[in-house]
T-cell receptor, first 107, second 117 residues
Framework: EDQVTQSPEALRLQEGESSSLNCSYT??????LFWYRQDPGKGPEFLFT???AGEEKEKERLKATLTKKESFLHITAPKPEDSATYLC????????FGQGTELSVKP | GAVVSQHPSWVICKSGTSVKIECRSL??????MFWYRQFPKQSLMLMAT?????????EQGVEKDKFLINHASLTLSTLTVTSAHPEDSSFYIC?????????????FGPGTRLTVL
C-alpha cells in the first residue's frame, strides 16, 4: 500500500536555527514527490516537485532533496514568516499526502 | 505559479439547503480538477477527481449524490453540497492540473469554509 509519512509532526525553531523536515514514502515506482506549504485557513501553496533520486531544488531559504526512500525539506536560517504546515505528497494518479509538519519559528 | 480561485471563500447556510462552490483556473486550462475536504489539524482528504466533460470519480466513502461535481469547461468546476447538514461543515479545497501525466504540477485554490447551522 502506498504510504507517505512525515516527521516530526510539529517543530519549533528559533529564528535563524536551521533544521530539516522528513518525508518518507513507500510507493512502487515514484512518479513525482511534491512539497507544499499551507498557512492556516488557506489552500496549499506549491513549493517543489522532485522526480528522481539525487535531485535537489531550492527556493529562498528552502531546499528539497530526494532519495529512493525519503525526501527532506531543509530550512536554512528560518524566519517567523516561514511558520506554516509543510505537506509532502506523492503522485499515484492522484496526490497521496502525508499528515504534514507544523513548523513554528519564533523571533 | 498558476492561479486557482474559489468562490465563495466562506459560506454559512441553514441545514437542509444546498451550497455551490466554484473553482476556476485563471491562467491555464485544467484538464483535471480535484476536490478535497480538510478537517482542523488534519491533512487533505481527496473527495473526487473530475475531468472536463466527463463524470467525476469519487473516492470510497464519498456520497456522489451528496456532493455533486460538475466540470463543464477547462477552467471551471463546481461542487454542490446538497441538503447540507452540520456534519458537512468543513474546509473545502479544489485543485487543478494542466495535464494527466505525472509531470504536471497541481495547484490549489484558497479554500472555502462551509458552516452549516
Amino acid at each position: 500500500e502506498d504510504q507517505v509519512t512525515q516527521s516530526p509532526e510539529a517543530l519549533r525553531l528559533q529564528e535563524g536555527e536551521s533544521s530539516s523536515l522528513n518525508c518518507s514514502y513507500t510507493v512502487s515506482g515514484l512518479r513525482g514527490l511534491f512539497w507544499y506549504r499551507q498557512d492556516p485557513g488557506k489552500g496549499p501553496e506549491f513549493l517543489f516537485t522532485l522526480y528522481s533520486a539525487g535531485e535537489e531544488k531550492e527556493k529562498e531559504r528552502l531546499k528539497a532533496t530526494l532519495t529512493k526512500k525519503e525526501s527532506f525539506l531543509h530550512i536554512t536560517a528560518p524566519k517567523p514568516e516561514d511558520s506554516a504546515t509543510y505537506l509532502c505528497a506523492v503522485w499515484r494518479g492522484k496526490l497521496i499526502f502525508g499528515q504534514g509538519t507544523e513548523l513554528s519559528v519564533k523571533p | 505559479g498558476a492561479v486557482v480561485s474559489q468562490h465563495p471563500s466562506w459560506v454559512i447556510c441553514k441545514s437542509g439547503t444546498s451550497v455551490k462552490i466554484e473553482c476556476r483556473s485563471l491562467d491555464f486550462q485544467a484538464t483535471t480538477m480535484f476536490w478535497y475536504r480538510q478537517f482542523p489539524k488534519q491533512s487533505l482528504m481527496l473527495m473526487a477527481t473530475s475531468n472536463e466533460g466527463s463524470k467525476a470519480t469519487y473516492e470510497q466513502g464519498v456520497e456522489k449524490d451528496k456532493f455533486l461535481i460538475n466540470h463543464a469547461s477547462l477552467t471551471l468546476s463546481t461542487l454542490t453540497v446538497t441538503s447540507a447538514h452540520p456534519e458537512d461543515s468543513s474546509f473545502y479545497i479544489c485543485s487543478a492540473r494542466s495535464g494527466q501525466g505525472s509531470y504536471n504540477e497541481q495547484f490549489f485554490g484558497p479554500g472555502t469554509r462551509l458552516t452549516v447551522l
